[in-house]
Structures are given as structure tokens and as C-alpha cells.
T-cell receptor, first 111, second 115 residues
Framework: DVKVTQSSRYLVKRTGEKVFLECVQD?????MFWYRQDPGLGLRLIYF???????EKGDIPEGYSVSREKKERFSLILESASTNQTSMYLC??????????FGEGSRLTVL | LAKTTQPISMDSYEGQEVNITCSHN???????ITWYQQFPSQGPRFIIQ???TKVTNEVASLFIPADRKSSTLSLPRVSLSDTAVYYC????????????????FGAGTRLFVKA
């Protein structure tokens, strides 16, 4: 089975802190995605990566950056966390057939 | 990218068939239609995918009319454990591996199954 692992299920950070969210997949998928999910808004795409060191902005990239140094790992970075970035963050990797596999999610609270 | 529109919520009873319709008027020739299911505190999970006509697997059926401007997810004989949010997605060919392929989710349909 495909496994997508997110490093932290719950985080609490203070405004202005730098936050790293790590995601690792074990199926050699080339495409990986970061979404955030907020009540009533569904999932919104932040960034995606279609290969190592390649990235593209999604719909809401402001305030975020990403890193893909190795194929299995896709990191989301909040350079200076703000309260409006309190959210559930979901990482996914995609098969060649287009099926997305998601991690369990990381719930971030910024105080 | 084609925008999708789904009902915000639906109620059903155990044992009933549930049909959730998604509108995607601007669907492009290369677009596939995919449905995901999400339980609380979990990531979405793939249910079914199709391009046209009808697709069936062990958990659901997907009906797509000839004009492809809508699609209907059909869940036969739902149980309490089918209570979840269901997302309809429309996106480029699944095997497209070039930059620019996005997978965009809408707000989803919250299905409540009652005993």
C-alpha cells in the first residue's frame, strides 16, 4: 500500500516563527502536493511539485514556500507564521494514473 | 481548469441508494472526473474515476452523460460508515506528468447517513 507520512499531526506555534511541515511518500511518485483545509472552503492547493527541485504555485501560495530535494520528500515552509495560517495541512502524492494518496494531515495552530 | 459545483449537504438513511451530482459546465476534452471521500481528521481517499458513460467498482458507480457537463456518484445501500464529505474533481489527463497539472478540490458534499 502507498504510504504518505506527515511528520507532525498537531503543532502549536507562535506568530513570526518559522514552521516546517514534512511529508514523505514511499511509492516513488513524481508528483506531490500540499493543500490546506478550512471549514467551508474544502481543500485549497498551496504548491505542487512534479519532480525533484521542480515546483509550481497552486491557488494560495502567498506566505508559503516548498522544498523538494529528494523525490520522496516534499516540505512546506512557513517563513513567518501568522494566525491566518492556522489550518489543517494535507500532503498528497499522485500515481501515474492520477490517483491521489493523502497523509493523515497536520493541524497547525498559530497563536 | 473546470470549476465544479456540488450540493453542500445531503441526508440519507441506511440501506438507501445515494446519488450525488456534480456540475462541471466548462469541462475540457482532456479532463477526467474523479471522486474522493473524506472522513473527519483524515485525508481524502480515492473512490472512482471516469471519462464518459458509466464506471463501476466495488464501492460506487459513476455516471457521466454524453455532454460530460455533469456527473453523478452513486453509492448503493449506504451505511452509517458512509457518512463523510464527498469531493468531485475535474482535471487533466491522469497520466499528464508535465508541470501545470493541478488537482483542484471544491467544497464537497457532506453526506449524513441516519439509522
Amino acid at each position: 500500500d502507498v504510504k504518505v507520512t506527515q511528520s507532525s499531526r498537531y503543532l502549536v506555534k507562535r506568530t513570526g516563527e518559522k514552521v516546517f511541515l514534512e511529508c514523505v511518500q514511499d511509492m516513488d511518485h513524481e508528483n506531490m502536493f500540499w493543500y490546506r483545509q478550512d471549514p467551508g472552503l474544502g481543500l485549497r492547493l498551496i504548491y505542487f511539485s512534479y519532480d525533484v527541485k521542480m515546483k509550481e504555485k497552486g491557488d494560495i501560495p502567498e506566505g508559503y514556500s516548498v522544498s523538494r530535494e529528494k523525490k520522496e520528500r516534499f516540505s512546506l515552509i512557513l517563513e513567518s507564521a501568522s494566525t491566518n495560517q492556522t489550518s489543517m495541512y494535507l500532503c498528497a502524492s499522485r500515481t501515474a494514473d492520477g490517483e491521489l494518496f493523502f497523509g493523515e494531515g497536520s493541524r497547525l495552530t498559530v497563536l | 481548469l473546470a470549476k465544479t459545483t456540488q450540493p453542500i449537504s445531503m441526508d440519507s438513511y441506511e440501506g438507501q441508494e445515494v446519488n450525488i451530482t456534480c456540475s462541471h459546465n466548462n469541462i475540457a476534452t482532456n479532463d477526467y472526473i474523479t471522486w474522493y471521500q473524506q472522513f473527519p481528521s483524515q485525508g481524502p481517499r480515492f473512490i472512482i474515476q471516469g471519462y464518459k458513460t458509466k464506471v463501476t467498482n466495488e464501492v460506487a458507480s459513476l455516471f457521466i452523460p454524453a455532454d460530460r457537463k455533469s456527473s453523478t456518484l452513486s453509492l448503493p445501500r449506504v451505511s452509517l460508515s458512509d457518512t463523510a464529505v464527498y469531493y468531485c474533481l475535474v482535471g487533466d489527463t491522469p497520466w499528464a506528468n508535465t508541470g501545470g497539472f493541478k488537482t483542484i478540490f471544491g467544497a464537497g458534499t457532506r453526506l449524513f447517513v441516519k439509522a
